[in-house]
């Protein structure tokens, strides 16, 4: 079966732009999760979404939205760049988003911010 | 949320096994012990998950004790292709759930 696809794979924008990434899941899956990867803080979570709703939130500001349509695709949206945002974005997808099994992650996006 | 330590790296031979130890002292009745792999440039693999005692699969064995304080990840015969980092997580099996990254263990695999 085909894995969790993300486009694009690398983004350059400049400060103060906004940016949207995108993320195909696993055929079935409903639950999609975000998150930000950096040398400097590691794997953080952004949010998850299932069945088009966010049901959790990790601890980022405003500037940082998500969105999840009814075919289960995600995006995620990054206003007012600044040039700490560069960063690897992974989405992850599960069926359910329970427990710690299952989730498959994409290959993600690379944001730089310049 | 328990927080996990584990090594920060550790450096191995092929051929031989390797085992990663994690600590996790204020693991939840509900949380299970899992482990993904993570190569550069690529987004974190699941390798296996347990609750308590042992769990084999194809690419590994967790060895967790009866206080479910540790886990032991055990790669058997370790090849250059399994040089990356290793994640330890405790997930609870609540819907919504957020994998919460430590720094992981940087296993690298020489020849």
Known sequence: ?114 | LAKTTQPISMDSYEGQEVNITCSHNNIATNDYITWYQQFPSQGPRFIIQGYKTKVTNEVASLFIPADRKSSTLSLPRVSLSDTAVYYCLVVANNAGNMLTFGGGTRLMVKP
């Open chain 1, 1 to 114: 079966k085909a894995g969790v696809t993300q486009t694009p794979r690398y983004l350059i924008k400049t400060r103060g732009q906004q940016v949207t990434l995108s993320c195909s899941p696993i055929s079935g899956h409903r639950s999609v999760s975000w998150y930000q990867q950096t040398p400097g803080q590691g794997l953080q979570f952004l949010f998850e979404y299932f069945s088009e709703t966010q049901r959790n939130k990790g601890n980022f500001p405003g500037r940082f939205s998500g969105r999840q349509f009814s075919n289960s695709r995600s995006e995620m949206n990054v206003s007012t760049l600044e040039l700490g945002d560069s960063a690897l974005y992974l989405c992850a997808s599960s069926l359910a988003g329970t427990g710690g099994a299952g989730y498959t992650f994409g290959s993600g996006t690379r944001l730089t911010v310049v």
